[in-house]
């Protein structure tokens, strides 16, 4: 008798890269992680680091035309571990899938159909989809009797109401084009409002949490005993918080100003509010590193991009209190939230009114390990809580192919 496969590898593919991790579910542990960057150019680079077997890290340089040769790449990394993608052990592969609109509210099993529906929904995630479908394609090539399992950003935010995820546009326009607001980094979310419940020792229908996923892009979310309420995204990525390269929140007459007094085209404007905008377009960096260190030198272009991006969070952070009534927890996390303490000590200066602190010591603490930030017997618990959504896909994958 064979045992049941329990591994599971997890797929996040990019338009130009492929970030991967082979994880054992029984065993709970990581064997093999990854990264495929640059695939069709010549500078392509596979970083495979074998925890498994506890080997060093291994670098790979030379052209990749396309997903499919970083695939067949990664697969032959695997096989030189004993992971090899033929494995009788694997259960199935997890696919992170940016955009799955409304109809996608699961992990669902990959299939001609759902394919389909993840091709409609190009036009409103014209960046993310079709590389999504191509990763899906190529690990269906190469595993064609393998459960594929697409697993969502936008998935948790579907429990929104509607007064929260319609815009206030003319119904008719909005449905005919599909405009809404959907928001993103779900499996962020969902797993960081989660970790943090049981932080706090409780179950997450217990507990409202508003959480703060702040990495290059950046998003918020209002989550009310386990389901999101609102989220700081919306039709795109581009909607709510300051980001790296975003603008988020702007006043949308902006745009039609922007086309009829500079003569800018939709392209150029979409190029300006997602890759020219927040903290780079406000101060030429989006490294918070750098920002920080700028500051320090007394670099007043930095200061006001630190502050701007500080007062839009502390507007959400006002805003989700509203929305939840009580609040019992704040989670930081990603690249940001995880690592700049001055970020969240800004973020939550002057909000005792809210019964919202943190503590300096705990504060400067640094570890990967969930951990609270706010005083002892706090109103509401502060907490810096590192997201692991490649653990969320490949736990939803796996419970979804052996339930
Ligand atoms: P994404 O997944 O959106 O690309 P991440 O969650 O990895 O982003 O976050 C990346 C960002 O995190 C960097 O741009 C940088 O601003 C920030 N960051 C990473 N490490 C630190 C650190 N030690 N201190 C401050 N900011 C950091």
Not at 221 to 229: D, I, L, N, T
Not at 363 to 369: G, I, K, P, Q, W
Request: hydrophobic residues 45%; proline residues 4%; contains cysteine.
């Amino acid at each position: 008798m064979t045992a049941n496969p329990t591994r599971v590898l997890v797929l996040n593919s990019g338009s130009s890269s492929v970030k991967y991790q082979l994880l054992d579910m029984a065993e709970s542990r990581r064997l093999a992680v990854g990264l495929v960057e640059r695939i069709g150019e010549e500078t392509s680079r596979l970083v495979h680091t074998p925890l498994a077997t506890g080997g060093a890290r291994r670098v790979h340089e030379g052209p990749m035309a396309d997903h499919d040769a970083a695939l067949k790449a990664v697969a032959a990394e695997l096989a030189a571990d004993g992971l090899g993608l033929d494995s009788p052990q694997l259960a199935a592969i997890g696919h992170r899938v940016v955009h799955g609109g409304l109809k996608f509210t699961e992990p669902t099993v990959i299939d001609e159909v759902v394919l389909k529906e993840i091709e409609r929904l190009v036009p409103v995630a014209p960046l993310h989809n079709p590389a999504n479908i191509t990763g899906i394609r190529t690990a269906q090539a190469l595993r064609p009797d393998l459960p594929q399992i697409a697993v969502f950003d936008t998935a948790f935010h579907t429990t929104m109401p509607e007064y929260a995820s319609r815009y206030a546009i003319d119904v008719a326009t909005a449905d005919a084009h599909r405009i809404r607001r959907y928001g993103f980094h779900g499996t962020s979310h969902a797993y960081v409002s989660r970790r943090t419940a049981r932080l706090l020792g409780k179950d997450p229908s217990e507990v409202n949490v508003i959480v703060l996923h702040l990495g290059n892009g950046a998003s918020a979310s209002a989550v009310a005993g386990g389901r999101c309420v609102d989220t700081s995204m919306g039709l795109t990525p581009l909607e709510g918080l300051v980001m790296g390269t975003r603008s988020g929140d702007i006043d949308p007459a902006v745009t039609f100003h922007l086309k009829r007094v500079a003569g800018m085209s939709a392209d150029e404007i979409d190029e300006l509010l997602n890759k020219r905008s927040g903290l780079v377009g406000l101060c030429g960096d989006n490294d918070m590193r750098e920002i920080r260190r700028r500051i320090d030198e007394g670099d007043k272009a930095a200061a006001l991009a630190f502050d701007i991006y500080i007062h839009r969070l502390k507007k959400y952070l006002g805003a989700y209190t509203a929305v939840l009534g009580r609040v019992d927890a704040v989670a930081f996390t990603a690249g940001v939230g995880e690592n700049a303490a001055p970020v969240r000590a800004a973020a939550m200066a002057g909000l005792e009114g809210l019964g919202m602190a943190v503590d300096a010591d705990r504060n400067a603490v640094r570890s990967d390990e969930p951990r609270l930030i706010s005083p002892e017997g706090a109103r509401v618990a502060v907490a810096v809580v590192p997201t692991d959504e490649e653990l969320e896909i490949a736990q939803q994958t796996y419970a979804l192919v052996t339930a």
